[in-house]
């Protein structure tokens, strides 16, 4: 009766998907189902109380899960607000780095014309001396 409808699904869908879909337990699993049967005498008996049991465990879990998600979510925002104070300042130093490169832009051009102003000179004075 509690088969949830994805299962419901595959079994309709025939016995080779659900074959496909079939995953064997590994060693680890199957130690751990042991250890718990072991803990529940009651679980060949009485299946029902061993899937309540289950149940209330599996709700711990997803509790813990959820607590653990909402507290990453806490950190994802506090990583996004520095990661967006970061580019805040890394914005502010591109600003400061183009200001900076138009200065020595404006240097080069003027240390162009001062050598070519130097150029001539040194031309006229060759030139004055030849004459």
Same mark, same amino acid.
Request: charged residues 30%; proline residues 1%; negative net charge.
């Given at each position: 009766?509690?088969?949830? !409808? $994805?299962e419901? @699904?595959?079994?309709? +869908? $025939? ?7 079939y995953?064997?337990?590994n +060693?680890?699993e199957e ?8 803990g529940? &005498?009651y679980?060949?008996s009485?299946a029902?109380a ?6 209330r465990?599996l709700?711990? #879990?997803? $509790?813990?899960?959820?607590?653990s998600?909402?507290? !990453?979510? /806490? @950190?994802?925002? =506090?990583?996004m607000? #520095? *990661?967006d &104070?970061a580019l /805040?300042?890394v914005? @502010? =130093?591109? *600003? /400061? #780095?183009s200001?900076?490169e138009?200065m #020595?832009q !404006? ?6 014309? =001062?050598s070519?102003s130097?150029?001539l =000179?040194h031309l !006229?004075n ?6």
């Amino acid at each position: 009766e509690s088969v949830p !409808s $994805g299962e419901n @699904q595959s079994v309709a +869908a $025939g016995d080779e998907e659900a074959v496909d879909e079939y995953q064997e337990l590994n +060693a680890r699993e199957e130690q751990d189902i042991e250890i718990m049967m072991e803990g529940c &005498e009651y679980a060949i008996s009485n299946a029902e109380a061993f899937a309540e049991k289950l149940s209330r465990e599996l709700q711990v #879990l997803d $509790g813990a899960n959820i607590q653990s998600i909402m507290a !990453s979510e /806490k @950190q994802v925002n =506090i990583l996004m607000k #520095l *990661l967006d &104070e970061a580019l /805040k300042e890394v914005d @502010q =130093i591109e *600003l /400061k #780095l183009s200001s900076y490169e138009e200065m #020595l832009q !404006s240097v080069k051009e003027q240390m162009d014309q =001062i050598s070519e102003s130097n150029h001539l =000179i040194h031309l !006229s004075n060759t030139n004055n001396v030849k004459l």
